[in-house]
T-cell receptor, first 113, second 119 residues
Framework: SQQGEEDPQALSIQEGENATMNCSYKTSINNLQWYRQNSGRGLVHLILIRSNEREKHSGRLRVTLDTSKKSSSLLITASRAADTASYFCATDAVSSNTGKLIFGQGTTLQVKP | NAGVMQNPRHLVRRRGQEARLRCSPMKGHSHVYWYRQLPEEGLKFMVYLQKENIIDESGMPKERFSAEFPKEGPSILRIQQVVRGDSAAYFC?????????????????FGSGTQLSVL
């Protein structure tokens, strides 16, 4: 079964608002990554947070990681219409001997102009 | 430096035919991953390959599906005797890799995918 689960499944906001997406996972991880996918395209890496980190920033993105709750959140501040996309978390499980990334179901974000 | 290249972009097959999906990783990358995505769903891991080696095929269906990454040329995902349920977007990703394991803190670079439609 998939490691990560995002919520909400879909999110619709107005331009300028903040968007928060959450990801929960089941097993201990080495790192957690967030990816973005525009409709009909491949995924693009956004940010990686290691298991010993609690928060990380990149531009308008802020990621938090709570390993005790096995959860992460992605915050996009001052959203733009161009942020409309699906967002996926991916985990690299400690138990994996190959380090493959397992993706969640994704959150579809719509930012209305 | 070209990104991950997948072809064809769209592939239409009739039930029972074979589908061959190609993936050329980024220059300098020796690790390739294949994922499948159904509409409105996330990516499901299929297989992880290095040059001439299958590292992890735990996500591959037991029958009809095979993958290779030869010493020369692209990685190939092959689906024999396709059925309608195989219709999906198939994504390839690559990473530089070290040894036989995706290094911790390594990110993946994705291609644009192949949309397989089985009639």
């Amino acid at each position: 079964s998939q490691q990560g689960e995002e919520d909400p499944q879909a999110l619709s906001i107005q331009e300028g608002e903040n968007a928060t997406m959450n990801c929960s996972y089941k097993t201990s991880i080495n790192n957690l990554q967030w990816y973005r996918q525009n409709s009909g395209r491949g995924l693009v890496h956004l940010i990686l947070i290691r298991s010993n980190e609690r928060e990380k920033h990149s531009g308008r993105l802020r990621v938090t990681l709570d390993t005790s709750k096995k959860s992460s959140s992605l915050l996009i501040t001052a959203s733009r219409a161009a942020d409309t996309a699906s967002y996926f978390c991916a985990t690299d499980a400690v138990s994996s001997n190959t380090g493959k990334l397992i993706f969640g179901q994704g959150t579809t974000l719509q930012v209305k102009p | 430096n070209a990104g991950v290249m997948q072809n064809p972009r769209h592939l239409v097959r009739r039930r029972g035919q074979e589908a061959r999906l190609r993936c050329s990783p980024m220059k300098g990358h020796s690790h390739v991953y294949w994922y499948r995505q159904l509409p409105e769903e996330g990516l499901k891991f299929m297989v992880y390959l290095q040059k001439e080696n299958i590292i992890d095929e735990s996500g591959m269906p037991k029958e009809r599906f095979s993958a290779e990454f030869p010493k020369e040329g692209p990685s190939i995902l092959r689906i024999q005797q396709v059925v309608r349920g195989d219709s999906a977007a198939y994504f390839c990703a690559s990473s530089p890799g070290q040894g036989s394991k995706l290094s911790t803190n390594e990110k993946l670079f994705f291609g644009s995918g192949t949309q397989l439609s089985v009639l």
